[in-house]
């Protein structure tokens, strides 16, 4: 369903680490949260919403403690973002994304 959101491992340098994922709507990447180390050592989780064809917002983006607050972090920051998305920002996303994503590719 459109609606759903996926955790997928990121990809970098055809490398994959553990506890990083993006995080995929409609089989378009729309953000990522990944586990790093806190300032004083502790784990912490970092999320990022949005698509790169729009402004991203200082809201749309945070720390959490666990992956589960990271979750619903990022979903209702997508929850603010999805109902301004037009067709075009869309569209422009999934272009954007068929030249650098492996998984858009046919």
């Known amino acids: 369903m459109a609606d759903d959101l996926f955790l997928r491992p990121t ?31 502790s784990d912490v989780w970092i999320w990022s919403a949005g698509l790169s064809v729009i402004p991203q917002q200082p809201r749309w983006r945070g720390r959490a403690g666990s992956l589960k607050e990271a979750k619903a972090a990022f979903k209702k920051a997508w929850d603010e973002i999805k109902p301004d998305l037009t067709y075009d920002n869309i569209k422009e996303a999934r272009e954007s994304q068929t030249r650098i994503r492996p998984w858009h590719r046919k």
């Open 11 to 41: 990809v970098i340098a055809d490398e994959t680490r553990p506890d990083d994922y993006q995080v995929i709507w409609d089989d378009l990447s729309i953000g990522r949260i990944y586990r790093d180390i806190g300032i004083n050592g």
